[in-house]
């Protein structure tokens, strides 16, 4: 059965590596020169790389583990010591840490909270452990119903002071979303503590070994080109055509450089897209079905990741830290948290910008100025003085529409994988999946797209779909 998908991002690739197991002939057709949708990177006239965001991985991430471990390479996660660090600006220079102990859930992340000792007061421990009680003991359930407030609002209702929302959550909510507490979604929070609560590495972080488009997604493609399926990228989607029926005809491809359109058929199709292209893709008649007019209430927050070089080395961190800046959210130095960036005499920071939606309209220079005004902040023994670090070169990448804004409410219109449309499906970390707009929810969705497909379709003597299969922990803990 041959399967058009749109868009080579973690959900079209991981839907097709999961098409290819069942039996299935997908074809993934990506607009863009490059793989990954919002995990895309490039490489500079330097032979640098640059990428479309900051990418740690988690322990609580069992879908893409079991999806690396299948691809044969997971040992491309370079794992981290077990914890969670966060600058404090009122102290510039100084760092706060969560150690998480090697016990069981939730005990070690009880322990890392207890003994931090210059973050939050014991009172403020206490009323937030009280306040995450429901969450904890009713379960999912609970956590979907808590959409309709903002996670401070949540935190209100709890009896939680504003300072554990200004010490803690703001730079998680930064970090997960792209959005502060007062507009985001408390389900997006109380989804990320269970899980980290639930799971003993569920909040171990990883970085890759280099690039997303080199080392996670062209294994995908090399593994679904060895079965039959195929990746055609620079083949951007003009328009769906439609039968008499209102069912998928055929996808034209906008020929480029002068080339005539392509009309490309198959027997089923599938929308890899984010949710903003989708719904501008959408034919008329559909946009008039209840179910795709739901899209309406969904649309892509703005992201800028920023990659800055500098002369020295500014830290020798290796790991992720959350900056509590009001400008920026995370940032690690790559040359020391990535194998293919090392270098032992210069760092290369990568810097998620958010809020940035009142950033995305301005110049990459104000952007990298008022960066470099954060920095030294956080760095001051190495901006200060006569002979102040340099900045040898940056890249700022703009993702208007990125991962999907996810504000109270947003859950009611999170569409499913099957549409109204007998031979058209959707995957995207858009759609509704338990794991939430990243990277996690993504290679979800795509499995789930192809498990609808395969059940709808079956392929007589395929290959068991090994589906939502959660991989052992130590991949996390001995890695």
Known sequence: MRVAIAGAGLAGLSCAKYLTDAGHTPIVLESRDVLGGLVAAWKDSDGDWYETGLHAFFGAYPNMLQLLKELGIEDRLQWKQHTLIFNQPDKPGTLSRFDVPDIPSPFNVIASILRNKDMLTWEQKIRFAIGLL???????????????????????????????????????????????????????????????????????????????????????????????????????LKEILLNADGTVKAYLIRGLNGAEDEIFTADVYVSAMSVDPLKIMLPKPWKQMEFFKKLEGLEGVPVINLHLWFDRKLTEIDHLLFSRSPLLSVYADMSNTCREYANPNRSMLELVLAPAKDWIAKSDEEIVAATIAELEKLFPDHFGGDNPATLLKSHVVKTPRSVYKATPGRQQYRPAQVTPIANFYLAGSYTMQRYLGSMEGAVLSGKLTAQAISEALPVANSSNLQMLTRPPATNAATA
Not at 140 to 164: A, P
Not at 189 to 194: D, E, G, S, V
Not at 203 to 220: N, Y
């Open 134 to 236: 429901p969450a904890v003991v009713r379960g999912q359930k609970y956590v979907e119903d808590m959409d309709k407030y903002s996670f401070l609002e949540w935190l209100k209702r709890q009896g939680v002071d504003e300072r554990v929302t200004s010490d803690v959550f703001i730079a998680a909510c930064k970090a997960l979303t792209f959005i502060n507490p007062d507009e985001v979604s408390a389900t997006i929070l109380l989804t990320a503590l269970n899980r980290f609560l639930q799971e003993r590495y569920g909040s171990k972080i990883a970085f890759l070994d280099g690039s997303p488009t080199e080392r996670l997604c062209s294994p995908i493609v090399d593994y679904i080109t060895e079965r039959g399926g195929e990746v055609r990228l620079n083949a951007p």
